[in-house]
């Protein structure tokens, strides 16, 4: 027992020591938020951006299948060395799910990025967190989970922020905001799609497949309505899927270093990001019903998010 006893004292000295110095806590802490605050700053910018095209500044405006093509494009280029260095195979992949996985995230960005140049980007980007409710009733039929009560009233509360926010039958109705619907509906169908391929893909597999298949789908339905760029606006494409893949990279190297449940309610500062960004460029001010609708949504998203994590 003595000779065991300073060797398991002199392997768990580090992290002791770690642990008890108050900079090194509070650096754990703050670098995953840091992190997750940022990747929020860059997903709005990529919102802004496609505002931006679609309301032709500095130049014609550009269409939103050409919008999503540039994210495409853009993004692998991003991710090319990353993929050249560890060479993911591709033998053998789920094809099929990739494939749908890619028409849906392709078609609900392109929906999103629409939505954006018409409406408030508060507006577009509240309603476009309801995708985790929508992943939530999806996974029912596509992954045979069961939903409890508890995440059902979620749901219910999400759906009556997104109709304050959409507000249908009133002179307040922005049509655009049906795109934004469509956009979650999309998007939430993409999420229970990458769940069921991380059961037996790679992630790098994953990623690299997604852009690929995407980044051909996009330029060819970008080619039937292509305009050429302005300088400004090729920076702007560019812009977006730069900024995506650095907001990916964020996000996961947060959850890698925080706690799940402390580091994804701080991903809803998106929708302050996108508040700031179309005030300080377009000078539109959320109003009231973006505020009390985007607390409906995101407290059923959070939620859910809680109950996930209760189950295991």
């Known amino acids: ?12 000295a580090p992290g002791d020591v770690l642990a008890s110095r108050p900079g ?4 754990a802490v703050l670098v995953p938020v840091a992190m997750m605050i940022l990747a929020c700053a860059l997903v709005a910018a990529t919102m802004l951006f496609a505002k931006m095209l679609g309301r032709a500044v500095d130049g014609p405006p550009i269409h939103p299948l050409q919008v999503t093509a540039g994210r495409y494009i853009f993004a692998l280029v991003a991710l090319a060395p990353v993929i050249a260095w560890y060479r993911p195979p591709l033998r053998g992949a ?11 995230g392709w078609s609900g960005v392109t929906c999103l990025f629409a939505a954006a140049a018409y409406m408030r980007l508060a507006d577009a980007t509240a309603i476009g967190f309801l995708n985790p ?13 069961t939903v409890g009560r508890w995440r059902w009233g979620a749901a219910f509360v999400a759906f009556i922020g ?3 926010l959409v ?13 934004a619907l469509l956009a979650a509906l999309l998007v ?3 999420v229970v799609l990458v769940k069921r391929l991380t059961n037996i893909e790679t992630p790098l597999r994953i990623l690299a497949i997604g852009n690929m298949i995407g980044g051909v789908l996009a330029v060819g339905a970008a080619s039937f309505v292509w305009i050429w760029p302005t300088p400004m606006q090729w920076m702007l494409l560019a812009g977006i899927g730069f900024a995506m893949v650095a907001a990916q990279a964020l996000l996961l190297q947060a959850l890698k270093r925080g706690d799940a449940s402390f580091v994804i309610p701080l991903f809803y500062s998106a929708l302050v990001f996108a508040g700031l960004y179309d005030y300080a460029v377009f000078g539109e001010r959320p109003g009231i019903n973006t505020v009390i609708g985007a607390i409906l949504i995101i407290g059923g998203s959070l939620v859910i998010a809680w109950r996930e994590r209760s189950r295991g």
């Open 24 to 27: 090194d806590r509070r650096r």
């Open 162 to 164: 997104a109709v304050v």
């Open 1 to 12: 027992m003595s000779n065991s006893s300073p060797a398991k004292r002199s392997a768990a």
């Open 188 to 190: 939430g169908l993409e």
């Open 94 to 104: 789920a094809w099929g799910n990739h494939m749908l996985r890619v028409a849906s």
């Open 133 to 145: 409710i929508v992943a939530m009733v999806l996974a029912i039929p596509i992954l045979g989970e």
């Open 167 to 179: 507000r249908p039958g009133t002179d307040a109705f922005q049509p655009a905001a049906l795109l």
